[in-house]
């Protein structure tokens, strides 16, 4: 089933087509619609908002600090475009590696991007898990707070869930050429203040990536420096998924945002396709039926899924994805 319709215009009458809604249903809106994926990392906010994209015409601005400049891809886990499905995502790889990209810088990118979407008909769908991005877009710019209206999304993971989750995701990241990937970045100077090089999974290698180019360096010295690296990333990932669930929480209270809160920890708890089973029903279903009340102001049934939509998890375990490097 296909949804046909200009998504981001005002006054506009829509119609569902498949024969999911007989009648049409008019925007009375006198604001842009822009949707934000929020949640601590490893929740599945990118997963989400492109399984959104194939439901409704839209693109994804990303907002994660880290994957906002090029390179380290498996250290900050962008999204693969095999895994985007088509859905043109903005702000993700453009920067350069040793650039201080700022919430400023963010603001007046994501604006563009924003009204880029708008102009092409399609919803503007924000997604990372740099809250004070997120922060400073919709609360930091006048023009950003009279022009548009937002929808909140929270998808959240119980946090022992996601620890176990963080850990085992580390683990893969580690085996699809992590060490590698940082190594090539590595000149031998100390600094992790700016620019890529503050990603968690950088830094900490830096004593091993170290030894390792000490010709005296045993094996078995290598192989601890390397346990203890991964062990820290690890512990860094999940103080950074704390840090963030309450930066939300400080949002939500501070600035009264309406947070749509989702709960994926059951779709966290399976394996396989009951896990894709789980996270359709659990986290997509309510998530398109806020969205649908949010573009329509009416509570149809359900955006339709187009025919032929398959849902690929991010990782072997069918579950949804993480990113270890956001700040």
Same mark, same amino acid.
């Given at each position: 089933?296909?949804?046909?319709?200009?998504?981001?215009?005002?006054?506009?009458?829509?119609?569902?087509?498949?024969?999911? %809604?007989?009648?049409?249903?008019?925007?009375?809106?006198?604001?842009?619609?822009?949707?934000?994926?929020?949640?601590?990392?490893?929740?599945?906010?990118?997963?989400?908002?492109?399984?959104?994209?194939?439901?409704? #015409? $839209?693109?994804?601005?990303?907002?994660?600090?880290?994957?906002?400049?090029?390179?380290?891809?498996?250290?900050? %886990?962008?999204?693969?475009?095999?895994?985007?499905?088509?859905?043109?995502?903005?702000?993700?790889?453009?920067?350069?590696?040793?650039?201080?990209?700022?919430?400023?810088?963010?603001?007046?990118?994501?604006?563009?991007?924003?009204?880029?979407?708008?102009?092409?008909?399609?919803?503007?769908?924000? $997604? =990372?898990?740099?809250?004070?991005?997120?922060?400073?877009?919709?609360?930091?710019?006048?023009?950003?707070?009279?022009?548009?209206?937002?929808?909140?999304? *929270?998808?959240?993971?119980?946090?022992?869930?996601?620890?176990?989750?963080?850990?085992?995701?580390?683990?893969?990241?580690?085996?699809?050429?992590?060490?590698?990937?940082?190594?090539?970045?590595?000149?031998?100077?100390?600094?992790?203040?700016? =620019?890529?090089?503050?990603?968690?999974?950088?830094?900490?290698?830096?004593?091993?990536?170290?030894?390792?180019? %000490?010709?005296?360096?045993? #094996?078995?010295?290598?192989?601890?420096?390397?346990?203890?690296?991964?062990?820290?990333?690890?512990?860094?990932?999940?103080?950074?998924?704390?840090?963030?669930?309450?930066?939300?929480?400080?949002?939500?209270?501070?600035?009264? *945002? %309406?947070?749509?809160?989702?709960?994926?920890?059951?779709?966290?708890?399976?394996?396989?396709?009951?896990?894709?089973?789980? *996270?359709?029903?659990?986290?997509?279903?309510?998530?398109?039926?806020?969205?649908?009340?949010?573009?329509?102001?009416?509570?149809?049934?359900?955006? #339709?899924? #187009?025919?032929?939509?398959?849902?690929?998890?991010?990782?072997?375990?069918?579950?949804?994805?993480?990113?270890?490097?956001?700040?």
């Amino acid at each position: 089933m296909n949804l046909s319709f200009p998504v981001c215009k005002q006054a506009q009458t829509l119609s569902f087509t498949g024969g999911i %809604n007989t009648g049409s249903i008019n925007f009375q809106s006198h604001k842009e619609k822009v949707v934000i994926v929020m949640g601590a990392t490893g929740t599945g906010k990118s997963r989400l908002s492109i399984d959104l994209a194939t439901h409704v #015409p $839209a693109e994804i601005i990303n907002s994660d600090k880290m994957q906002v400049y090029k390179g380290l891809d498996i250290v900050t %886990n962008k999204v693969t475009k095999e895994e985007s499905r088509g859905v043109p995502h903005h702000l993700l790889g453009i920067v350069d590696p040793n650039a201080d990209y700022t919430a400023t810088d963010f603001r007046n990118h994501a604006l563009l991007a924003i009204d880029s979407i708008i102009e092409q008909e399609k919803l503007p769908i924000i $997604a =990372g898990g740099s809250n004070s991005f997120i922060e400073s877009l919709v609360n930091d710019d006048p023009f950003f707070s009279s022009r548009y209206e937002c929808c909140f999304l *929270w998808v959240d993971v119980s946090l022992p869930i996601l620890h176990r989750f963080v850990s085992k995701r580390v683990d893969q990241m580690v085996k699809a050429g992590l060490v590698e990937e940082v190594k090539g970045l590595f000149n031998g100077q100390s600094d992790y203040t700016r =620019g890529i090089r503050r990603s968690i999974g950088v830094p900490e290698m830096d004593k091993f990536l170290r030894a390792q180019g %000490n010709a005296n360096a045993d #094996p078995e010295t290598l192989e601890a420096l390397l346990q203890e690296a991964v062990d820290q990333i690890k512990e860094n990932t999940y103080k950074l998924a704390c840090r963030q669930l309450q930066k939300i929480h400080r949002l939500r209270d501070l600035w009264g *945002w %309406n947070l749509h809160r989702i709960d994926a920890t059951e779709a966290f708890l399976h394996h396989g396709e009951e896990a894709n089973e789980a *996270w359709e029903q659990l986290v997509v279903d309510p998530s398109a039926m806020i969205l649908a009340q949010f573009l329509y102001k009416s509570r149809p049934r359900a955006i #339709p899924k #187009p025919q032929g939509t398959t849902i690929t998890p991010r990782t072997v375990t069918a579950m949804p994805a993480m990113a270890t490097a956001t700040h």
